[in-house]
């Protein structure tokens, strides 16, 4: 499963893991904004961008290929919409639609797969996003796999009794099973919690600091993208 | 399998003003409504959201017979916003959209303002405004089907308009091939939300009972915004005015109520378009802010003779 890999992923060793949180969102951010205001995309600034997230994705030891393809869950969207520009005779506007939504996509990829969730989390709530919804994102990807583990005992157990194509009478009571039980297992869950101090904060078990390594990359990453694109709107 | 019952805007595809404005926009009423989905929660509730966000995900696996052989699956905005209230809702579907954006690149990061507006406010606004309404009567089905049905469409047709905005070419064919299937997402939707409801209802009857929140006005003037505001992303939809006016083609009736937005909105455009993006960014930013302040006086107004 996709987020499996990217926990593999996320707990490698390299220069982009260990630095802050907070120092590569803001990096993606300069990186993205960077992207998306440029205009028009040539064939060259793509390969400039591309470059640097492939540089990104180097220096963080991560599989460039599997990368690659994993970002690619972005093309039926993108390519639908470049095949309606096509349609109304705007090639450029296809390739930059395809291009830039890609290599966003692989972006956050590199961040994801650089940063383990909690961090990253903890990173966005230093960043200024509340803490209720940080808590809430936290306990989602917590129980995501969980819960889905569960749907997928359910429909095994259905097929197991002969339920093959559900009618959507019995599809429907699948789905309001799986909600009970969640509901059930989120009081568990919080009354468990409660019992063991739990006050409203996730606790880490180092605080992040800023190093003179992160401040470097920070100046780097969100230098380079903004030369970047400095650059690609001299040259447009 | 559906196209997309759900759009998820990538990165690359907003122009700046249009993402600009609404992350400004967005992010903020989020925030907004976590203080209240945690107000009206007592305690800090997070773990029963996140597991619920993990919940919806999980529910997406179960497929739902549609006709001719062909299945869908839950979208969950309605679902939510019937059992957990739209404040607690809206917050769940932010989380949702966050994981999707940073974990399976299922919509992007500067367009993440776009589409919690879309689907986690705007969305689960116009879920509740049916339910809200009518979902304690004898209409009680229908009105959750138009909770489903609405939550759908409001979030679709106000991600097409603001592709539209943001000049992306969609021929008027390929308009109304969205449009049909957006149509077709939503009755879906509708059809399955009533299902799970009415399951539920009879599987853990508690859960229901809890589940059916305080009647709050505020937000149920908001949700009407909602669908006002999608409506209205038809008219956006005419700074792509071929598209429009096609579909009048089409449609004698509208032809003429074509003609009368048209006119004025071209020279609009016209002038809208000679300005730079830094303008276009300030008014549309003004536009929802207005459309927010807006919403919150007339949600003060009619809640205060409520709690007086």
């Given amino acids: ?236 | 399998m559906l196209p997309w019952d759900s759009v998820h805007i990538p990165d690359g595809f907003l122009s700046t003003p249009v993402w600009l404005a609404l992350d400004v926009t967005g992010l903020p009423a989020v925030a907004l409504l976590a203080r209240r989905a945690r107000r009206e929660l007592e305690e800090a509730r997070a773990p029963l959201l996140g597991v619920m966000g993990a919940f919806v995900f999980a529910a997406q696996m179960i497929n739902f017979p549609v006709a001719a052989g062909t299945s869908a699956h839950l979208v969950g905005g309605a679902l939510l916003a019937i059992t957990l209230g739209p404040a607690a809702a809206a917050v769940v579907m932010t989380a949702i959209l966050a994981v999707q954006a940073f974990v399976f690149q299922d919509g992007g990061i500067l367009a993440l303002g776009a589409n919690v507006f879309n689907m986690g406010i705007a969305g689960v606004l116009a879920a509740w405004l049916p339910y809200h309404l009518w979902g304690a009567g004898r209409h009680r089905r229908t009105a959750i089907f138009a909770a489903g049905a609405l939550s759908v469409v409001v979030s679709a047709l106000l991600a097409v308009s603001e592709l539209l905005a943001s000049a992306v070419p969609v021929r008027p064919a390929a308009l109304a091939f969205l449009l049909v299937v957006f149509g077709v997402s939503a009755a879906v939707e509708g059809v399955i939300t009533v299902a799970v409801v009415r399951g539920i209802e009879r599987l853990s009857p508690r859960i229901v009972h809890n589940a059916t929140p305080e009647r709050s006005w505020g937000l149920a003037v908001c949700g009407a915004g909602a669908v006002l505001l999608a409506a209205a992303g038809g008219l956006v939809a005419s700074t792509n005015p071929d598209a429009l006016q096609w579909l009048g083609g089409q449609l004698d009736i509208l032809g003429r109520v074509t003609t009368l937005f048209a006119a004025p909105l071209a020279e609009y455009r016209a002038r809208w378009l000679g300005s730079p993006w830094t303008s276009k960014a300030a008014a549309g930013t003004a536009g929802a802010l207005l459309v927010g302040l807006i919403c919150i006086a007339l949600g003060r107004a009619a809640t205060r003779p409520r709690s007086a």
Avoid: N
């Fill in chain 1, 1 to 236: 499963m996709h987020h499996v890999v990217l926990e593999r992923w996320s707990r490698g060793e390299s220069f982009l893991h260990a630095r802050d949180a907070r120092v590569k969102v803001v990096v993606l951010l300069v990186y993205l904004v960077a992207l998306a205001t440029t205009t028009p995309m040539t064939p060259i600034a793509g390969a400039c961008y591309a470059a640097l997230v492939a540089a990104a994705i180097v220096a963080a030891r991560l599989p460039l290929a599997g990368l690659a393809l994993r970002a690619a869950t972005v093309l039926p969207f993108a390519g639908t919409f470049a095949l309606f520009s096509l349609l109304a005779g705007d090639e450029s506007r296809a390739l930059s639609l395809v291009s830039k939504s890609y290599l966003s996509a692989a972006a956050v990829l590199t961040l994801a797969g650089t940063t383990p969730l909690p961090k990253l989390v903890r990173g966005l709530e230093s960043l200024g996003v509340p803490r209720f919804l940080t808590l809430v994102i936290q306990f989602l990807y917590r129980y995501l796999f969980v819960i889905s583990e569960q749907a997928q005992h359910m429909r095994m157990a259905a097929l197991a009794r002969g339920g093959g194509r559900l009618r959507m009478t019995h599809a429907a009571g699948a789905a309001a099973t799986l909600f009970g039980r969640s509901y059930a297992r989120a009081e568990g869950i919080h009354g468990a919690m409660l019992a063991r101090g739990f006050h409203g904060r996730m606790e880490l078990l180092a605080e992040a600091r800023l190093g003179p390594a992160d401040v470097l990359f920070l100046l780097g990453g969100a230098g380079l993208a903004t030369a970047l694109r400095l650059a690609m709107g001299t040259l447009a």
